[in-house]
């Protein structure tokens, strides 16, 4: 997924994320968690780099990552981020939606094969990611996979 711009939206119709995860249409929910959704395979490595690095600081689950979903077609993930971040958001590929709480369900079972799901759910991980700690995360990843495809 590449972005052309920041704090955007999808396009006008389509839903945010689809499946049994998140839907359009739902009411607003105050303090709802904005979404920062990535290419799968910078997403995967940043999940990865906050791990190791939540590891490395404590046991604790304070400042990993926080719940991830993925999209029915494998090619993008979404991270939870507190509310407001999407205002602030400038990350280039990546963007930052907020979700207003469209649809969110916490609790759910797992989907079907094919469908939006958590790749991380909230119960596993606990609270959102810290939006510093994810933009460092996909630096990072982007760095290392530029390092591994330019290599050879």
């Known amino acids: ?5 920041t704090n955007t939206a999808p396009e ?3 839903p945010l994320i689809t499946g049994s995860s998140l ?3 739902a009411p607003s929910v105050a303090g709802a968690p904005d979404l920062v959704t990535v290419p799968t395979r910078q997403g995967l490595e940043a999940v990865d780099i ?3 690095a939540a590891g490395q600081a ?4 304070a400042g990993g990552v926080g719940p991830v ?3 029915g077609s494998g090619s993008t993930l979404g ?3 507190p509310p407001g971040t999407a205002d602030a958001w400038d990350l280039p590929g990546s963007a930052c939606t907020h979700t207003n709480g469209r649809g969110m369900r916490f609790g759910d079972t797992s989907p079907t094969a094919g469908d939006t799901g958590w790749l991380l759910p909230p119960e596993a991980v606990g609270p959102v990611t810290d939006p510093e700690v994810l933009r460092a995360a996909l630096g990072e990843a982007a760095r290392l996979i530029e390092a591994a495809d330019n290599c050879c």
């Open 12 to 14: 006008p119709g389509a």
């Open 50 to 52: 906050i791990r190791r």
């Open 79 to 81: 991270f939870l981020v």
């Open 69 to 71: 979903l993925h999209d």
């Open 58 to 61: 404590s046991a604790s689950r």
């Open 1 to 5: 997924m590449e972005s052309t711009g």
């Open 23 to 25: 839907i359009t249409g």
